[in-house]
């Protein structure tokens, strides 16, 4: 009979030769992708697809598969050439990346960028061939984005005014994510190739790499904000969400998890961070907010109509669609999630469970019309390897590539199948943790009651999100 040593020697090679295989698919489908929309081959949305298989290969072989140690470089190394593919490929999901490079220039001319819509005339100036006719709602829109990102808009653009340079930053900003996230991967005892999990992710790679959504950022430093807290730095982790804040402010959502851990320093170190980065810009005034109002009446924020579950609750169970009422119901939840906090939890890795699901709820609360949106949730899925928050990604990845993929009766529908689907992983995660708990205690000596509840949870590819 062989020995172990000899099954690995064996096994590993042929795992890190399927990865391998699979890697070059990938990287072919990314090729596929990035002319679709021109030439119409077999459809992006079949890319897509194709890539959720792919990628849900690689993470079997990586979870159940042999490893060594050439199979976290092959990980990698595929994750890279697929981004390098979105990183020099013409931009085609989203035209964002033009204000990012728009908005970089016009501080480096020394223009405050929320004071001039980029179709002024002070900035005639600045306009060329390449990145201002490609900005959207220029002709009545400031910029939406916060101060953090605008520091990030013109630190890039001192390199290079270009989209290319403008998505290798957010590429960048992945790499800070991948080091933090192998960091937690061996603080919990995991194997490092499981950052896979991550760096093949295909929403990754076409919102961040390919489009270069500025929440890439917010991805490395949620990470980092992770990474601080299981290792015990609560104030640090907490100063990162609020980096994270200053470049899209919806991750200060994050603050409310920490619970009984939330002090009077921590609020003012939060608040200092963000006092600081607006104070950089506050030449305009109020107009430092730019286009945000502007952006909740055009998006529907203020009117109701984005919001899924106001329109499924009206539909189907006929209650009144007040928007407001709406807004103050899940302002309530997320309350009450940080009210059980405080009481219950007090462990680093469960407030980062609990972070996770505070991301899950108000994302699904605010029912995104863009997949770019889910990104801030994957830090945490796959530093818990919770199951149905990497489904719920991979849904916003192929949903958002189809024809459902358009605001009204559509959009309606993909959001009913996407958070079925999701709502179903949940309930089977759920029943699996009761049954596996349920075994467990079975084969316990029933003489010895105390034991039980000692007893270890078994591993499980759910992860410990709820733990």
């Known amino acids: 009979m062989r020995s172990p040593s000899c099954l690995n020697r064996h096994f590993a090679p042929a795992a890190n030769i399927a990865l391998l295989l699979l890697g070059l698919v990938y990287i072919q489908y990314c090729r596929d992708g990035v002319v679709e929309y021109k030439h119409y081959i077999h459809g992006y949305s079949r890319d897509v697809l194709m890539q959720i ?9 990586v979870l159940f598969g042999r490893t060594n140690r050439w199979t976290l470089q092959i990980i990698l190394g595929v994750a890279l050439a697929a981004r390098l593919v979105g990183v020099f490929a013409p931009e085609f999901l989203s035209s964002d ?9 016009v501080q480096g001319a020394g223009v405050n960028p929320y004071r001039y819509i980029p179709t002024d005339e002070h900035l005639q100036f600045l306009r060329d061939g390449q990145i201002y006719p490609n900005i959207n709602r220029k002709e009545y829109a400031h910029t939406i984005y916060p101060p953090g990102a605008q520091l990030i808009f013109l630190g890039v653009t001192r390199i290079s005014e270009t989209e290319a340079c403008m998505k290798a930053a957010m590429v960048g900003f992945e790499v800070l994510a991948c080091w933090a996230l192998l960091q937690i991967l061996q603080f919990f005892g995991r194997p490092r190739e499981e950052i896979l999990l991550y760096a093949w992710h295909p929403l990754c790679v076409w919102e961040i790499a390919s489009s270069g959504h500025i929440d890439g950022a917010v991805v490395g430093f949620l990470s980092v904000a992770a990474l601080a807290l299981i290792r015990g730095k609560i104030l640090r982790s907490a100063c990162w969400i609020s980096v994270a804040a200053m470049v899209k402010m919806f ?3 994050l603050l409310l998890a920490f619970g009984r851990r939330i002090t009077a320093r ?16 506050a030449s305009v005034g109020a107009g430092v907010l730019g286009f945000l109002i502007g952006f909740t009446h055009e998006e529907g924020l203020d009117t ?37 906090a405080m009481v219950r939890l007090h462990e680093p890795k469960q407030i ?5 699901a505070i991301g899950i709820v108000a994302t699904m609360l605010f029912s995104p019309h863009y997949p770019w949106y889910f990104l801030w949730i994957l830090p945490f899925a796959v530093a818990l390897r919770y199951l149905p928050a990497l489904v719920l990604t991979l849904e916003a990845t192929y949903w958002f590539s189809t024809e459902l993929a358009l605001p009204g009766e559509k959009m309606f529908r993909m959001n009913e199948y996407m958070y079925s689907i999701f709502l179903a992983t949940v309930i089977t995660d759920l029943l699996v943790r009761w049954w596996r708990n349920a075994h467990s205690v079975s084969f316990s000596e029933p003489s010895d009651r105390s034991r039980i509840g000692r007893l270890p949870s078994p591993p499980s590819f759910a992860g410990e999100a709820c733990e």
């Open 304 to 340: 109701g109509d984005r919001y899924f579950f106001l329109a499924w609750a009206h539909r189907y169970m006929h209650v009144p669609f007040w928007p407001a009422l709406y807004i103050a119901v899940s302002a309530l939840l997320l309350g009450g999630i940080a009210f059980w």
């Open 251 to 253: 991750p200060l959502v």
């Open 53 to 61: 298989g792919l990628y849900s290969m690689g993470v079997l072989l």
């Open 97 to 105: 990346m033009y204000r990012y490079v728009w908005d970089g220039k």
């Open 266 to 281: 921590m609020l003012l170190m939060c608040g200092a961070i963000i006092a600081l980065g607006y104070a950089l810009y």
């Open 352 to 356: 980062l469970g609990l972070q996770l």
